[in-house]
Structure formats: structure tokens, C-alpha cells
């Protein structure tokens, strides 16, 4: 494998990343300034308890309301209006406790996985 390639695969955490968090940071959910300071606080967070994740910022999840939002897979579990001290409790609960927030999951849909959400319908359902 080409070196630039692997050292940038190694950069985003993918050899021993055990979740994806997806970011949405606006413009359409949210002001992008609010979802801006979420992908940053975000960052810190995970640089400071070394979770083995790896992280993705958008900017458009297709929710356009609620925002800023965070999704978490394997798990498939969809979190709306995350600010840093939401994410904190999602940090502490779920990423590092194993256990979803229940009472702020919009929606779940692990993709077929075995993580815990719902199986994906099958194509054109």
C-alpha cells in the first residue's frame, strides 16, 4: 500500500477504531458556528480519554432540524441538538459505559449490524 495512504488511514484512527461518530454541523440543522464548537469540543474529548474512534464532520446529515447532530455505529444510534455537555453525558454513558442515553436516541439503525439497533430494511422497501 502506498505510505501516504496507510499513514493517513493510521492518522484517522481506522486500525483501532471500535466506533464512527458522524458530526452534522449545519448550516440547515443548526447555526454552523454552534455546530462548529461541537466538532471541536468533540475532538478535545476524544483526544483526552483516548477512545478508540474515529470521527467525521458533515454538513448535512438530510435531518435539516435539531441539530447539531451526532451519530454513533457501530450502534446506529442517532442523537439530535447535542451541545459539549450533552456530549459529555453521551461520552461517559455510552461511549465509554456501553450504554445509549435513551432518553435523548431521535432514532437507531445499526445498518444491519449486530450492534444493538434495528435491521435496515431491505433495498427498495
Not at 11 to 32: E, S
Not at 80 to 104: N, T, Y
Amino acid at each position: 500500500m502506498d505510505p501516504a495512504i496507510q499513514a493517513g488511514l493510521e492518522k484517522a484512527g481506522l486500525p483501532g477504531a471500535r466506533r464512527h461518530l458522524f458530526v452534522c454541523i449545519g448550516p440547515d440543522c443548526c447555526a454552523t458556528d454552534a455546530g462548529e464548537a461541537v466538532w471541536v469540543h468533540i475532538k478535545q474529548r476524544l483526544r483526552e480519554t483516548g477512545l478508540p474512534a474515529m470521527r467525521t464532520k458533515a454538513a448535512c446529515l438530510r435531518v435539516c432540524r435539531g441539530g447539531p447532530w451526532l451519530v454513533v455505529y457501530p450502534e446506529g444510534v442517532w442523537y439530535g441538538q447535542v451541545d459539549a455537555a450533552r456530549f459529555d453525558r453521551i461520552l461517559h454513558e455510552h461511549l465509554l459505559g456501553g450504554v445509549p442515553v435513551a432518553e435523548w436516541v431521535a432514532a437507531r439503525n445499526s445498518l444491519g449490524g449486530d450492534a444493538g439497533g434495528r435491521e435496515a430494511p431491505p433495498p427498495g422497501r
